[in-house]
């Protein structure tokens, strides 16, 4: 991973923004939000192995129509050993596709650092007028690994549930005798799902890298406490929005597993707050 993790590096801030403010009693910095086209470009990676399920549609109805198919004498043969060959060459194509997902996803992770650095750095020059742009390094290694095999699971997951409801859908037809177009139709729709929940992956993760980068840099920065900020979506948890505007420490051990994005579809944020001496 270019670059290694900084997380040893601790940034005298408060020392020098009184030297630049010295009347500011409390530094806080804006939460910094993904944005959605960043959540789009990680969905598009994502979307690869889907788009091999999709693609492969018409060979998998084929196989099922060869499966389900009647011999001369008006008997139904079930050629299922056909069927099983063609899902797992398509199963094939897809290890081959995730074997390239590493680089893809740490292509997409290295520009969501470097953003988010700048991000920073615009913070830091608004709310204590000091640049910290050749201080602060533009990596995170280990953040961006630990994304790397989280997302990694993931992205595969969502390819063998797509599998496995394929797989569902053309030996139950052909223990049913269910049309093709009926069987086509309900690919289609499996598929479709596997895309609507490879977006909302996608769409969480960018919020879970940009939050796990928000921690590393309040401690590369010397923070130590956080405000929460609830994310004001409509289904949200009740603890989640008790927390709202209150001050918590970095390590907090009753918010371990529980910070701010940490959990599935999380959308709080957390503020960095830092009080400066007099």
Known sequence: MEGGDQRGMIIPLAQLVKA?????????????????SQAADLAAIYFRTVRIWESNRARIVEAYS??????????????????????????????????????????????MVQWHTRRIVQNLKYAGNVDLASE???????????????????????????????????????????????????IAAATGIARKRALRIASDQ?????????????????????????????????????RNGKVFSLDDPKLRGDMPGDLPFCGCKAMATMELPE
């Open 66 to 111: 060869r499966a389900n198919a009647a011999t001369n004498d008006g008997m139904v043969r079930d050629d299922v050993s056909w069927l099983e060959a063609v899902l797992q060459a398509i199963v094939g194509e897809v290890d081959v596709e995730l074997s390239g997902f590493q680089g893809l996803f740490t292509g997409w992770a290295n520009q």
């Open 20 to 36: 630049k403010r010295p009347r500011l009693r409390r530094l806080v910095l804006r939460p910094i939000e993904p944005t959605a």
């Open 206 to 242: 960018a919020v879970k890298l940009s939050a796990a980068l928000d921690r590393q840099r309040m401690r590369d920065l010397g923070f130590t406490s956080f405000e929460w900020r609830h994310s004001g979506k409509l289904h949200y948890r009740d603890w989640h929005k008790a």
């Open 136 to 186: 602060l390094f533009s990596h995170a290694g280990n953040t961006v690994a630990d994304a790397l095999a989280r997302n990694a699971s993931l992205v595969r997951n969502v390819s063998d549930e797509t599998r496995a409801k394929i797989a569902d859908i053309v030996f139950r037809g052909v223990q049913g005798r269910i049309p093709a177009r009926e069987v086509a139709k309900e």
